[in-house]
């Protein structure tokens, strides 16, 4: 039952999820490239698309794989889902939110859940160069290919960009003109 | 007369979140100062301080900073139905606008111009994930254990494709043990 299945799966991504939209990544690929809802260059297409729509990304991924899997029923059943365990674990914090900030084991939890969201977003990081560069696996004759050296100088003009606090949606667009610009090479 | 405007809050706050629901690009932390506008500034909802409050909390439990945040606000000032409004509310325009989007992108993909853009755009993505990973590493305690934890969870996910919720489990466990540990070290 396609419903369940969509409304399982993002019910266990949102209650897994800390430390923002990157950090989840990984958790999102395995599940959504397990079931065969989702390529890794589409989800990296659409990390560009939620950072240029209002939202969070684990909200608007799960509505977008739900379209794309099952309309409107799927899209509402994983949006569900996605949100529910938020909103549940919220609803008893606020009740004792004093106790619940003091406290030791929320706080000794958090110390390693803080390193984890590094990791994890490092994780991210290493599978999406891989989509980026070597879209065709990683081989030495992929180092010589214009597309990945296109890649790798688009990247390096956006980490200058990114670093110098440019916002993501301009960082977006620009790096759009210049996929579309480097096809007339 | 009571119910009347219990109910009518009720509607502000639904309102109050779907404005910020509508207006927050890239999430979680671009939404608090709009909380913070919209709901400390103008309607004096809740206290200056309990902002930090209600970041703090949104981290440190699970799902997105935004659904948090807004569950949290909503419960305090109008329990369960405050909650469910404010929570409808902030997840209403990313679901209609991604509903729309979802059949434009369906139409664009497979043009070959739009195949291009992606290209670039995906290399744009990378680079804004590398700078998300500077910063929360930056934002994390630089000690062996914190060090060994992001190897663990690196390797674990990267190179051995372990599910991510067991070493989110884990890891929390670690933390947890280590830093009790810490402390009835310090206590003896």
């Not at chain 1, 369940?4 to 959504?32: D, N, R, S």
């Not at chain 1, 529910?84 to 674990?89: A, D, G, K, V």
């Not at chain 1, 790798?152 to 993501?168: D, E, Q, S, T, W």
């Amino acid at each position: 039952m396609i419903y369940l299945q969509l409304f399982l799966t993002f019910l266990k991504i949102g209650a897994f999820t800390f430390g923002g939209g990157y950090a989840m990544l990984p958790m999102i690929q395995a599940e959504v490239q397990a079931h065969g809802w989702m390529t890794a260059a589409e989800l990296v297409d659409f990390v560009a698309v939620s950072e240029s729509t209002p939202g969070p990304f684990a909200v608007n991924v799960s509505t977008y794989v739900g379209t794309q899997i099952a309309g409107l029923p799927g899209a509402l059943c994983a949006t569900t889902g996605v949100v529910l365990p938020s909103f549940l674990i919220i609803l008893l914090v606020a009740k004792g939110y004093e106790r619940f900030r003091a406290s030791k084991v929320v706080a000794g939890c958090m110390s390693g859940l803080r390193p984890t969201v590094v990791g994890l977003i490092a994780a991210a990081v290493i599978s999406v160069s891989g989509t980026v560069f070597f879209p065709a696996g990683l081989s030495w004759a992929a180092f010589t290919q214009t597309s990945f050296v296109v890649s790798a100088v688009i990247f390096m003009l956006m980490l200058v960009l990114v670093m110098c606090k440019v916002h993501p949606i301009i960082v977006i667009l620009l790096s759009a003109v210049l996929g579309i610009a480097a096809s007339y090479l | 007369m009571g119910d009347e405007r219990r109910g009518s809050r009720v509607m502000e706050l639904f309102l109050v979140f779907l404005k910020i629901g509508a207006f927050t690009f890239g999430g979680g932390y671009a939404m608090i100062p709009l909380i913070q506008k919209e709901v400390v500034e103008k309607r004096h909802w809740i206290e200056d301080g309990d902002i930090l409050d209600i970041v703090a909390i949104a981290e440190s439990t699970p799902g997105p900073i935004a659904v948090n945040a807004a569950t949290f606000v909503g419960s305090k000032i109008r329990g369960f139905c405050g909650s469910f409004a404010a929570t409808f509310g902030v997840v209403l325009p990313s679901f209609l606008i991604i509903y729309g989007v979802s059949f434009v992108l369906r139409q664009f993909e497979d043009l070959q111009v739009v195949r291009y853009a992606f290209n670039g755009v995906r290399a744009g993505v990378l680079a804004l994930m590398v700078k998300a990973l500077i910063t929360m590493y930056r934002q994390c305690p630089k000690s062996p254990v914190s060090y060994a934890i992001m190897g663990l969870a690196l390797a674990a996910v990267a190179f051995f494709g372990v599910d991510v919720m067991i070493v989110i489990i884990v890891c929390a466990a670690i933390g947890l043990a280590t830093s009790l540990m810490a402390a009835r070290r310090s206590a003896a």
